[in-house]
């Protein structure tokens, strides 16, 4: 009896393979290739040769998407003649790479066959821009125009991600330059086809970052090796001292620092550089390191007596105004002093008046 329905089972099997292959299907995938989504809608056609021995018709073909629309006949198609369905994608508002089928039923024979379109689409200038509002060139659209690193403790490594997007119809091997030492970047892929997605990964080592405070530079962004449009991206961020590690006694032992000013008033400037002083004071009980004193504003410079201050002394910051490089009648400018001090890291001053 066991013998009987394993026979039963294979010979079941053996006229649904032949059923399968009743309707020959010329093909039953097609790829578009990569192309602009300014070219609207974009359509192919899979045919069908009905060796039955019977008329044969479809019944219905349905889309896996509202994107993908199928046209078709339900007349029957005698033996030996050939028929037809035709697919068409709507590209508008969807950049990027896709597979989408259409299923379809007929009337004679057990299979359903699914019907496979793919491609990739190009994105028009409007949708892209919506994702990746930053132009690099003419063939590269990026997520933001300033890499952000945030705040980094000296001695971290920080990643940042950037995404960009592929519009042109070739593929790319894009690449940052002019990296400074405390930076790398890779892209991820290294090629990247036509209307794909890519990452550039950076890697922030602050230990190789000299600077403290604020750390502003510029890097290039590449289409490729030979690219001659190379573009600016701005780069950010403020490396700290890592206090995570200090014990209580360091804590208790630490330096402190206490400005004798909180802001300088420099009243009504007139036409020639104008200099004013307030002093930086260790009120704790080992040295202060003044990292870094410096400003970002323009017509501002500053100077600092010492870059170590012993406990209980003082130096002198020095501050001055040029009035014919202020960028207007204002002067509200800010001066930050980082240093070791666990509680105060980072210390502003600030600098007012007009012109």
């Known amino acids: 009896m066991k013998h009987l329905l394993i026979s039963a089972i ?74 037809s369905i035709s697919v068409t994608y709507d590209p508008a508002g969807r950049p990027g790479r896709f597979t989408k089928y259409v299923g379809v039923q007929l009337s004679a024979g057990p299979a359903q066959p699914k019907l496979y379109i793919k491609g990739t689409v190009v994105g028009s200038a409007k949708s892209v821009a919506r994702r990746f509002p930053v132009d690099c060139g003419a063939d590269m659209q990026l997520a933001k125009g300033v890499l952000m690193t945030g ?5 971290q490594l920080r990643t940042v991600f950037l995404e960009a997007y592929n519009r042109s ?48 530079d510029t890097v290039y962004v590449c289409r490729d090796a030979d690219s001659a449009v190379r573009c600016p991206l701005p780069t950010v961020a403020i490396v700290s001292e890592d206090f995570s590690k200090m014990t209580a006694k360091q804590l208790a032992k630490a330096p402190h620092c206490r400005l004798s000013e909180t802001s300088l008033d420099f009243g009504r400037l007139g036409r020639e550089p104008v200099s004013m002083e307030c ?57 930050s002093i980082v ?9 502003t001053l600030r600098a007012v008046g007009e012109l």
């Not at 705040?151 to 001695?155: F, H, L, N, P, T």
């Not at 790398?184 to 922030?204: H, R």
Request: aromatic content about 8%.
């Open 169 to 216: 119809t070739d593929t790319i091997r894009p690449r940052i330059e002019g990296l400074p030492p405390y930076l790398e970047a890779v892209a991820s892929p290294e090629a990247v086809p036509p209307g794909e997605q890519m990452s550039f990964i950076f890697y922030f080592h602050s230990a190789r970052c000299e600077q403290y405070g604020l750390v502003c």
């Open 151 to 155: 705040e980094v403790a000296k001695g």
């Open 10 to 83: 294979a010979v079941l099997a053996a006229f649904s393979g032949a059923a399968v292959d009743d309707v020959k299907w010329l093909e039953t995938s097609h790829n578009f290739g990569a192309f602009d989504e300014d070219l609207g809608p974009v359509t192919c056609t899979f045919k069908f040769v009905n060796t039955l021995d019977e008329p044969v018709s479809i019944v219905v073909a349905r889309s896996s998407c509202g994107c993908t629309s199928p046209v078709y006949s339900r007349d029957a198609v005698e033996p030996g003649d050939t028929a």
């Open 279 to 335: 002093t930086v004071r260790n009120t704790g009980k080992s040295p202060l390191k003044l990292r870094r004193v410096y400003t970002a504003d323009e017509g501002v410079a500053v100077s600092v007596s010492a870059d170590t201050v012993k406990p209980g002394k003082e130096a002198v910051l020095t501050v001055t105004v040029d009035p014919r490089k202020l960028p207007g009648a204002l002067l509200n400018a800010r001066i």
């Open 339 to 347: 240093t070791n001090d666990p509680d105060a890291p980072n210390t």
